[in-house]
Structure formats: structure tokens, C-alpha cells
């Protein structure tokens, strides 16, 4: 992707102290962009790497489900950068139960990190957003097919797919490019319990490609979309996946 140039722009990643958001906000800097590094979990080390690149990074703590951390990410980034060129939505949470036995908490904590999060991220950030401007919005592939026991992963997964069109279609006249991208199972912290185990190798028979998903995988396809590689491209969803969606094995 040697035409891609992010030089300069202003990227706030979300859940970037970890997993698919480090490599994320890692491969927005090495293409040349200044990376606000947001997750509830310490991203200084993340600042490091990428400032090693030669690059502008701050951690701002974030809990995207609570409106006033999410205000304060947006006005901090603003005070150090001025401006707000590409939002990745990448913060999220998983837990498998039986749907049967799902607490309200659980549902509501869920669909408050999952959902919630990713709508008040963006409603902040296209407040200051200029014409030109990328969302990229990370969701699932299980937005698009039935995980048994994940009845609201699937669900939040499923409103950002939604919430993604529906904002594409409301700022695309401000020249503003907002996309998802829908994940299979990626090797991070946040799936370390497949490996080697009995479920992993289920879901490899039904990937096409024969392997796990890699962090770097989905940062390079969001690398892509918030680029002007994709300027023509708005309120789509990039299935990065192996092909186990379109398997019928």
C-alpha cells in the first residue's frame, strides 16, 4: 500500500492499548499519521512505539460507554491537535453465556460498550470533523451470522453495522466516509482461550484460508478505509474474515 498517505492527519483509536487496537494505531503512524491512543487500560507503552516511528501520540484514559470520558477524549484531542481527521472505533468487549442466563447487567454493560460507545465516540468527533474525514468502525463478522451464546455480542455487533450505514447516509454530503469493518476470529487477548482448543480447530474448518486472523490484518484494511485510497467508498462493511463467511463448509 506504498500510495497510501496518512501524513500528518489526526487518528483517535479506541481500545488501542491492546490487541487489534495497538496494531491498529501502530500501522495508522507507520503510514504517517499522529495517533491519540484511547482505552481504559494503559496505553503509554503504545505512545512509545509509535512516537519511535517519529510520530505524535497521547494516552487519554477512556471509558467509551460513559458520555463524559468520551467528551473529554474529544476536547483533548482537540486542545493537542486542533482537529480530528479519522475515528477508529475499535474498543470492545465479549463474553459468551447462554442467552437464557444473561443478566440485565450483562446485556446492558454489553450493549453499553459495544454500541453506545462506538454512537457517542462519533457524534463527538464529527462535531469537528472537516470534509475528508474517515469512521472506521470495527464490528463482526458476528453481525451477520448467529453465535449461539453471544446473543449480545451479536447484538451490539449488529447495531454497529446499522449505525454505520445510517451515519454514512447522514454525513455524506459533508464529505465525510464512514465504514465498518467486520472481523472473524483475530488472535488477541480477547480470544487467547481458543487457542489449541477444540473450538479453535471447529472454526478453522470453516475458514477457507486455514488460519486464525492476525491483529495486523484488520489494521491494514483500516489503513486502507480511512485513506483517500477509499475516498469513493462510504456506509460499506469490509469483511476481513478468511472467508468463513462465504464458506458453506
Same mark, same amino acid.
Given at each position: 500500500?506504498?500510495?497510501?498517505?496518512?501524513?500528518?492527519?489526526?487518528?483517535?483509536?479506541?481500545?488501542?492499548?491492546?490487541?487489534?487496537?495497538?496494531?491498529?494505531?501502530?500501522?495508522?503512524?507507520?503510514?504517517?499519521?499522529?495517533?491519540?491512543?484511547?482505552?481504559?487500560?494503559?496505553?503509554?507503552?503504545? %505512545?512509545?512505539?509509535?512516537?519511535?516511528?517519529?510520530?505524535?501520540?497521547?494516552?487519554?484514559?477512556?471509558?467509551?460507554?460513559?458520555?463524559?470520558?468520551?467528551?473529554?477524549?474529544?476536547?483533548?484531542?482537540?486542545?493537542?491537535?486542533?482537529?480530528?481527521?479519522?475515528?477508529?472505533?475499535?474498543?470492545?468487549?465479549?463474553?459468551?453465556?447462554?442467552?437464557?442466563?444473561?443478566?440485565?447487567?450483562?446485556?446492558?454493560? &454489553?450493549?453499553?460498550?459495544?454500541?453506545?460507545?462506538?454512537?457517542?465516540?462519533?457524534?463527538?468527533?464529527?462535531?469537528?470533523?472537516?470534509?475528508?474525514?474517515?469512521?472506521?468502525?470495527?464490528?463482526?463478522?458476528?453481525?451477520?451470522?448467529?453465535?449461539?451464546?453471544?446473543?449480545?455480542?451479536?447484538?451490539?455487533?449488529?447495531?454497529?453495522?446499522?449505525? &454505520?450505514?445510517?451515519?454514512?447516509?447522514?454525513?455524506?454530503?459533508?464529505?465525510?466516509?464512514?465504514?465498518?469493518?467486520?472481523?472473524?476470529?483475530?488472535?488477541?487477548?480477547?480470544?487467547?482461550?481458543?487457542?489449541?482448543?477444540?473450538?479453535?480447530?471447529?472454526?478453522?474448518?470453516? %475458514?477457507?484460508?486455514?488460519?486464525?486472523?492476525?491483529?495486523?490484518?484488520?489494521?491494514?484494511?483500516? %489503513?486502507?478505509?480511512?485513506?483517500?485510497?477509499?475516498?469513493?467508498?462510504?456506509?460499506?462493511?469490509?469483511?476481513?474474515?478468511?472467508?468463513?463467511?462465504?464458506?458453506?463448509?
Amino acid at each position: 500500500m506504498e500510495f497510501i498517505d496518512l501524513r500528518d492527519k489526526i487518528a483517535i483509536v479506541t481500545g488501542a492499548a491492546r490487541g487489534m487496537g495497538e496494531s491498529i494505531a501502530i500501522e495508522l503512524a507507520r503510514y504517517g499519521a499522529n495517533v491519540v491512543v484511547s482505552d481504559i487500560l494503559s496505553g503509554e507503552s503504545i %505512545v512509545k512505539k509509535i512516537r519511535a516511528l517519529k510520530r505524535d501520540s497521547i494516552y487519554i484514559k477512556t471509558d467509551i460507554s460513559n458520555e463524559d470520558e468520551v467528551i473529554n477524549l474529544i476536547n483533548q484531542t482537540m486542545k493537542k491537535f486542533g482537529r480530528i481527521d479519522i475515528l477508529v472505533n475499535n474498543a470492545g468487549i465479549y463474553k459468551t453465556s447462554p442467552s437464557l442466563n444473561v443478566s440485565e447487567e450483562e446485556w446492558e454493560k &454489553t450493549i453499553h460498550v459495544n454500541l453506545k460507545g462506538v454512537f457517542l465516540c462519533s457524534r463527538e468527533a464529527l462535531k469537528h470533523m472537516k470534509r475528508g474525514g474517515s469512521i472506521v468502525n470495527i464490528s463482526s463478522i458476528a453481525a451477520m451470522l448467529g453465535f449461539p451464546q453471544a446473543a449480545a455480542y451479536c447484538a451490539s455487533k449488529g447495531g454497529v453495522r446499522s449505525l &454505520t450505514k445510517s451515519l454514512a447516509a447522514e454525513f455524506g454530503n459533508k464529505g465525510i466516509r464512514i465504514n465498518s469493518i467486520h472481523p472473524g476470529v483475530i488472535d488477541t487477548p480477547m480470544t487467547k482461550g481458543l487457542k489449541n482448543s477444540k473450538m479453535e480447530k471447529t472454526m478453522l474448518i470453516k %475458514v477457507p484460508l486455514g488460519r486464525i486472523g492476525k491483529p495486523i490484518d484488520i489494521a491494514k484494511a483500516v %489503513v486502507f478505509l480511512s485513506s483517500d485510497a477509499a475516498s469513493y467508498i462510504t456506509g460499506e462493511e469490509l469483511i476481513v474474515d478468511g472467508g468463513w463467511s462465504s464458506s458453506t463448509q
